[in-house]
């Protein structure tokens, strides 16, 4: 399988924080997404990074992709209780398939 | 989520009886996606289309057919649920591939 792995599965941080989560995957990929989901709700898609990209930037968001290492890590600055979710990176192999990790539970504490 | 819609929201059905679920989009995507979430296993592929009537399996579709007759509909039928069916199941579209648009979800309890 494709499937990303996330680490770590559960996040805990005090407001203002920075928490990082990290996603492993198993073979070459086409480029890789990160996606929220808040209790109850869809996905909703974060930031894309190519295999030919090492890092990108969207607000307070910062993605890396390591390529060698087969792995990714999504930085979300000055956390806020708003961004209590869940977190999922999405590989893409090639064309418009897209496979899932298990994600990580972020919890941001007021 | 305002350019797709699932229907219905949730669902509780009887072990063997057929069950459709439906995604309508207003995004005139190309590309649709059926996926189902359980806890410990993520987001799992079961069915997807390409196109009107191009569709193909994911890596969970024992079970699950789907049918996709206009762009904008993508329709995936339980021909006879079975309690592991329970689960959430999500629709999603993209036009480009990057990244996808997810619908809100249907939770289908089947018992």
């Known amino acids: 399988s494709q499937q990303g792995e996330e680490d770590p599965q559960a996040l805990s941080i005090q407001e203002g924080e920075n928490a990082t989560m990290n996603c492993s995957y198993k073979t070459s990929i086409n480029n890789l997404q990160w996606y929220r989901q808040n209790s109850g709700r869809g996905l909703v898609h974060l930031i894309l990074i190519r295999s030919n990209e090492r890092e990108k930037h969207s607000g307070r968001l910062r993605v890396t992709l390591d390529t060698s290492k087969k792995s990714s890590s999504l930085l979300i600055t000055a956390s806020r209780a708003a961004d209590t979710a869940s977190y999922f990176c999405?590989?893409?192999?090639?064309?418009?398939?897209?496979?899932f990790g298990t994600g990580t539970s972020l919890t941001v504490i007021p | 989520d305002a350019g797709i819609t699932q229907s219905p929201r949730h669902k509780v059905t009887e072990t063997g009886t057929p069950v459709t679920l439906r995604c309508h989009q207003t995004?005139?995507?190309?590309?649709m996606y059926w996926y189902r979430q359980d806890p410990g296993h993520g987001l799992r592929l079961i069915h997807y289309s390409y196109g009107v009537k191009d569709t193909d399996k994911g890596e969970v579709s024992d079970g699950y057919s789907v049918s996709r007759s206009k762009t904008e509909d993508f329709l995936l039928t339980l021909e006879s649920a079975t309690s592991s069916q329970t689960s959430v199941y999500f629709c999603?579209?993209?036009?480009?591939?990057?990244?996808?648009?997810f619908g809100s979800g249907t939770r289908l309890t089947v018992v």
């Open positions: 999603a579209t993209t036009g480009t591939g990057d990244g996808y648009t």
């Open positions: 995004e005139n995507h190309r590309y």
């Open positions: 999405a590989t893409a192999l090639t064309g418009n398939q897209f496979y």
